[in-house]
Nanobody, 115 residues
Framework: QVQLVESGGGLVQPGGSLRLSCAASGRDFGNGYMGWSRQAPGKEREFVARMTGGGSTYVADFVKGRFTISRDLDKNTVYLQMNSLKPEDTAVYYC?????????WGQGTQVTVSS
């Protein structure tokens, strides 16, 4: 059974930082990609970033320069370092992982940016 478990969310003040982690188990995603999406209240889920096993990264324009995605292939884990957080970054952040045409999702972790 494939599981994606996110951690690292929480409440942070504007301008602050958080690091999200997503640990995958039950399947090796080294040949696929792992990434992050988010969904704010009343909005559709949107792509944030993803990283292939080969190290290629794709980051949404609205987080470029602030968010960095990285992976530890040995741990089957993906990270999202979020700096200079803004109130509009408030959302549930979901990890996803794709391999062999199947996309898996985690249950999400809440990030709230507020003073």
């Amino acid at each position: 059974q494939v599981q994606l478990v996110e951690s690292g969310g929480g409440l942070v003040q504007p301008g602050g930082s958080l690091r999200l982690s997503c640990a995958a188990s039950g399947r090796d995603f080294g040949n696929g990609y792992m990434g992050w999406s988010r969904q704010a209240p009343g909005k559709e889920r949107e792509f944030v970033a993803r990283m292939t096993g080969g190290g290629s990264t794709y980051v949404a324009d609205f987080v470029k320069g602030r968010f960095t995605i990285s992976r530890d292939l040995d741990k089957n884990t993906v990270y999202l370092q979020m700096n200079s957080l803004k109130p509009e970054d408030t959302a549930v952040y979901y990890c996803n992982a794709l391999t062999s045409g199947t996309n898996y999702w985690g249950q999400g972790t809440q990030v709230t940016v507020s003073s």
